[in-house]
């Protein structure tokens, strides 16, 4: 089966501009989480989706940041506008299962954000 | 809530020499622990992870990691790396089945010199 794609798989912008994250979870995949790991920081939780609906969204940061998951398919996260602190890659994990027992999640490569 | 420490953020060992990454992870309630692994330009991999049982789990490359509840501990271990584990480890914990919230530490970047 494939894996969670995510892209761009880097991403370079000016601070005050718009990027727009992409993750296509696993085909079946219910469990959709962002996460991001600053620079030589753990990895932190962003936000969880069942399906279209947002789960726990207790991890996002401000509201210059934007997560969607329209279908209950891929999701978008969305950083406008887009300030020097918010560099660092961007992870995308999918699961089926309600929780985090068995499998752990399924990640995909990330996304490297660079804020100039 | 949980939270995870991980000791050394760069391990470097010769190849065929042992390695311990260490993890360490607070919680007021039972845990579950995973180790994911990164490899250069890949997504994260769960490796191994402990839920219940046997304290000492094991993974399919060499690798096995043990459960101290008393040390709150969950070190990795491999007895002979080779170049290949060159990678960054990462242990993660879970203390709540149903409430899919995954603790992660910054990482251990292990290097594998020839």
């Known amino acids: 089966e494939a894996g969670v794609t995510q892209f761009p798989s880097h991403s370079v912008i000016e601070k005050g501009q718009t990027v727009t994250l992409r993750c296509d979870p696993i085909s079946g995949h219910d469990n959709l989480y962002w996460y991001r790991r600053v620079m030589g920081k753990e990895i932190k939780f962003l936000l969880h989706f069942v399906k279209e609906s947002k789960q726990d969204e207790s991890g996002m940061p401000n509201n210059r940041f934007l997560a969607e998951r329209t279908g209950g398919t891929y999701s978008t996260l969305k950083v406008q506008p887009a300030e020097l602190e918010d560099s660092g890659v961007y992870f995308c994990a999918s699961s089926q299962e309600k929780w985090t027992g068995y499998n752990g999640y399924t990640f995909g490569s990330g996304t490297r954000l660079t804020v100039v | 809530a949980q939270s995870v420490t991980q000791l050394d953020s760069q391990v470097p060992v010769f190849e065929e020499a042992p390695v311990e990454l260490r993890c360490n992870y607070s919680?007021?309630?039972?845990?579950?622990l995973f180790w994911y692994v990164q490899y250069p330009n890949q997504g994260l991999q769960l490796l191994l992870k402990?839920?219940?049982?046997?304290?000492l789990v094991e993974s399919i490359n060499g690798f096995e990691a043990e459960f101290n509840k008393s040390q709150t501990s969950f070190h990795l271990r491999k007895p002979s790396v080779h170049i290949s584990d060159t990678a960054e480890y990462f242990c993660a914990v879970s203390d709540n089945f149903h409430n899919n919230d995954m603790r992660f530490g910054a990482g251990t970047r292990l290097t594998v010199k020839p």
């Open positions: 402990y839920l219940s049982g046997s304290t």
């Open positions: 919680s007021s309630v039972s845990v579950y």
